[in-house]
């Protein structure tokens, strides 16, 4: 759909939703509808960001198809929020293979085998043999892991925060205003807990079937604090080294061992949790280009996850060169092209809520 | 169980509808043990009649709550419903429904409904009425998710053609399904299949051809099928013939099922006018709620059932946007026109307004009666009476939206329905609008539809089932 059509479609929906109002005890985004009257692009990504697609507001419509009105805000929004992750980003217009599970494949493998070449000059041949110690420097130079690692990430940060700015001047404007410690305080509480996952905080949201349901966010969390105990261990590991001078591999009662582990088995988990309850959703509620870009960020985390725990098992045994390669290539690529991904759509959506936090403080 | 397979089996209690008053009768029927088949003439995509459109349930409750902003008791709610319209129709079923209440949103919520807490949308009724979190559709489909739990089948699109009677008995339900005729013969039957707006033939008789410029507010499936078979077979009427709720909707609005989204709050932000430019009804003559309730029946009652609000920039984003938008312009005139009405009648009429508002007057406050009146106009504007003269000009085309009849049966005390001859009916309950003549026949009361549906749901499902079962 033209961006124009869209953005039309999605006015003639949300004025709908606005002369009605049923759904504002379901999340912010219907309070946050009823503060305008008239709805500019901005507003609309607002809303659509803010959505955090639980679908209750479909469920309890009686204007969604086949009746006339055909509303569909869960769909539209959805619509929105894919043009939100391709239009803030720079450049614009990434090519296709790197979004995607055949292009996250492609370049986790190109990547893995570029590291497993450059093993092979800078440390012999070691990466295929079993007496391996369980260090990754046996394999790879800290030198260059900083550089294959270190590259993407700042790549990534770099990106990330152009796509900020773009985003709040679309859709706020002034940049000072998201110099309030206070704001942010609210606005990190309501996104480490998914208040707007509860469904009016009554209950919960009914996503993925009509009954109320904890599940999803319940693997929503286990997925993104165990994301954060994968990047908290790496970093406890950079501070071991640097600062206290204990090289790995490190034991298994160590804070990088632990952590990872923690963290590894809570990606999983919810990783695998939030696909099978995708599986289960109702596929006319949203577009088969978001449903590809969830199942390229689940399964890019979800391989994150397997082949960084298999590291710690395997790293006696002869593979440990071979899929530490594969892990190293897994974070160039969930790490270079995160911007262009859905992983952005933490970012967004933290906005969002900042966003009416400062509504809300101002009503 | 699919719809073919239900029709055929054995039910102890069979309840014709399938919107609130239904799925309450058809809960109490199976908590009191029954086996309970439902028939809903809607696909399951339209099911659940007036209630989907619905929003809040008006209860009597002695004390505040999450839900509700402060205590409403019994003597509150029952003067409210005596200033409604021409007060109670019948004053002992009236106020036992009133004092029934009470324990309503009790059992609703132990049978799946949410509330939602009082927010800027409810906050004008938070104390008196308790809202649905996500609204009707989401009770409803709270109910019908408990329903299919509790063992209840349902059988959608399947239409009650027909009831036949053997004297006081209800012997057999003719009912069509894709096609074909089923005879069901249960020893109990509830009707809740609500009343008659969206047959426009029936309004015709009490309106004439008034009746086919209405908009019906919900589901084209109210055509009062089983209202009609039931005064066949000697039930009394209750409720007057033109009895009705209707407000002033968009006349661009579909003619059916258009629901709350086509309603509109504009004409006390400026004037009303007919098809040939005159106002014809004090626009500031009361406040929210109670002036939705008069301009259905305002507009009804003009030539062609048309009007136009006019209003001007000084009061914009004061009410709810409508959702089709607006006609705007640098004139009256020009606005006027574009609707299609005689740009200098309407321009000699706002003329005439404007001449008229008292200009010394209080300060205008959208919130309260602010007695901001005009002198010497005829029909007067008693509040709200500021001059249209600030461009750009705005207005809306409105047509009457027919939200619900109240003509329906009269019944007893435990709901049996009664029959102009005197006698009861023996094994037919009613419940919900069929039957929400008995308690009011004028006006409305916001929630009230609600509350006699579940009041007298919970009395026809259960004796339904006392009289199926023992």
């Known amino acids: ?363 | 169980m699919r719809a073919e397979e239900a029709l055929r089996s054995d039910w102890d209690v069979v309840v014709i509808g399938g919107g609130n008053a239904a799925l309450v009768s058809a809960l109490s029927a199976r908590d009191a043990g029954a086996r309970v088949l439902m028939i809903e003439r809607a696909p399951v995509a339209f099911r659940g009649g007036n209630s989907r459109h619905t929003r809040n349930v008006r209860c009597v409750h002695n004390a505040a709550d999450e839900y509700n902003t402060g205590a409403y008791v019994f003597d509150e709610l029952w003067k409210d419903l005596c200033g409604v319209g021409n007060g109670p129709s019948n004053e002992e079923l009236a106020e036992f429904t009133v004092r029934e209440s009470e324990s309503a949103p009790r059992w609703m919520a132990e049978h799946g409904v949410r509330w939602q807490r009082p927010l800027s949308g409810t906050l004008h009724l938070g104390r008196t009425n308790r809202f649905f979190l996500g609204g009707g559709k989401a009770l409803v489909n709270a109910y019908y998710r408990r329903a299919a739990k509790a063992g209840i089948e349902i059988a959608y699109e399947a239409t009650v053609e027909r009831l036949e009677f053997d004297g006081d008995r209800c012997t057999a339900l003719i009912v069509r399904h894709d096609g074909r005729e089923y005879r069901l013969r249960p020893p109990a039957v509830v009707c809740a299949s609500g009343g008659f707006e969206a047959n426009i033939e029936w309004l015709r008789r009490y309106w004439g051809d008034a009746a086919l410029n209405y908009h019906i507010r919900g589901p084209v499936y109210n055509d009062g099928t089983v209202l009609a078979q039931l005064f066949e077979a000697g039930a009394e009427s209750a409720g007057e013939e033109r009895g009705f709720h209707a407000i002033a909707v968009d006349a661009r609005s579909p003619k059916f099922d258009g629901g709350i989204a086509t309603r509109l709050d504009t004409i006390p932000y400026g004037i009303a006018v007919n098809r040939d430019g005159h106002r014809f009804y004090d626009e500031g003559e009361d406040i929210w709620p109670k002036r939705y309730a008069t301009w259905g029946g305002n507009i009804a009652r003009q030539p062609d059932q048309i009007a136009y609000s006019f209003w001007d920039s000084k009061v914009r984003g004061l009410f709810l946007p409508p959702m089709y938008g607006v006609y705007r312009g640098d004139s009256v005139g020009e606005v006027a026109a574009q609707m299609g009405v005689d740009p200098a009648t309407v321009t000699a009429t706002v003329e005439a307004y404007n001449a008229a508002v008292d200009r010394s007057g209080t300060a205008f406050d959208p919130a309260v009666l602010d007695g901001l009146a005009t002198r010497g106009l005829d029909p007067p504007k008693s509040n709200w009476a500021q001059p249209i003269d600030t461009p750009p000009y705005f207005g809306i085309a409105m047509r009457p939206g027919i939200t619900f009849t109240y003509m329906g049966v009269a019944v007893t005390r435990d709901a049996r329905i009664r029959r102009v001859d005197g006698s009861l009916l023996a094994n037919v309950f009613a419940a919900g609008e069929i039957m929400s003549g008995n308690i009011l026949s004028t006006g409305y009361l916001a929630g009230f539809g609600m509350t006699i549906g579940t009041v007298w749901g919970r009395i026809a499902g259960a004796e339904a089932a006392k009289h199926a079962i023992g």
């Open chain 1, 1 to 363: 759909m033209p961006l124009d059509d869209l953005f039309a479609e999605a006015e003639r929906q949300m004025n709908i939703c606005n002369s009605c109002r049923y759904c504002e005890g379901y999340c912010a985004v219907w309070p946050a509808l009823e503060l305008r009257t008239e709805l500019t692009k901005g507003d609309l990504t607002h809303l659509a960001n803010l959505c955090h697609d639980c679908r209750d507001c479909f469920t309890a419509c009686m204007y969604t198809p086949p009746h006339e009105f055909d509303l569909n805000p869960p769909k539209v929004f959805t619509e929105i929020r894919t043009r939100t992750y391709g239009e803030y980003v720079w450049p614009r217009r990434v090519p296709r293979l790197l979004r995607g599970a055949v292009g996250g494949i492609v370049v986790s493998v190109v990547a893995a085998l570029v590291m497993l070449l450059l093993s092979i000059p800078t440390t012999g041949a070691r990466v295929f043999s079993a007496d391996a110690s369980g260090s990754p420097y046996d394999l790879m130079p800290h030198w260059l892991l900083l550089i294959v690692v270190g590259v993407p990430s700042v790549w990534a940060v770099a990106i990330g925060a152009v796509a900020v700015v773009r985003y709040w001047r679309d859709t706020h404007g002034p940049l000072a205003d998201l110099a309030s410690p206070r704001l942010w305080g609210r606005a990190l509480a309501t996104a480490a807990t998914l208040r707007h996952m509860r469904g009016g905080g009554e209950e919960e949201c009914a996503y993925p079937d009509e009954e109320p349901t904890p599940a999803r966010r319940r693997y929503h969390s286990l997925t993104f604090y165990g994301f954060l105990l994968c990047l908290l261990s790496t970093m406890s590991a950079a501070v071991m080294q640097e600062f206290l001078g204990i090289l790995p591999p490190y034991p298994l009662l160590s804070v990088p061992v632990v952590l990872g582990t923690v963290g590894g088995i809570g990606l999983i988990v919810g990783c695998t949790g939030l696909l099978a309850l995708k599986r289960r959703s109702a596929r006319d509620q949203t577009t088969d280009t978001m449903l590809k870009a969830d199942h390229g960020l689940l399964s890019a985390l979800l391989v994150l996850a397997v082949t960084g725990v298999l590291t710690l098992v395997l790293r006696d045994t002869v593979v440990f060169g071979v899929i530490l390669m594969i892990h190293l290539g897994a974070i160039v690529y969930c790490f270079g092209v995160a911007p262009y991904t859905k992983f952005m759509h933490g970012v967004y959506r933290l906005l969002a809520i900042y966003q009416d936090e400062w509504e809300h403080a101002r009503r």
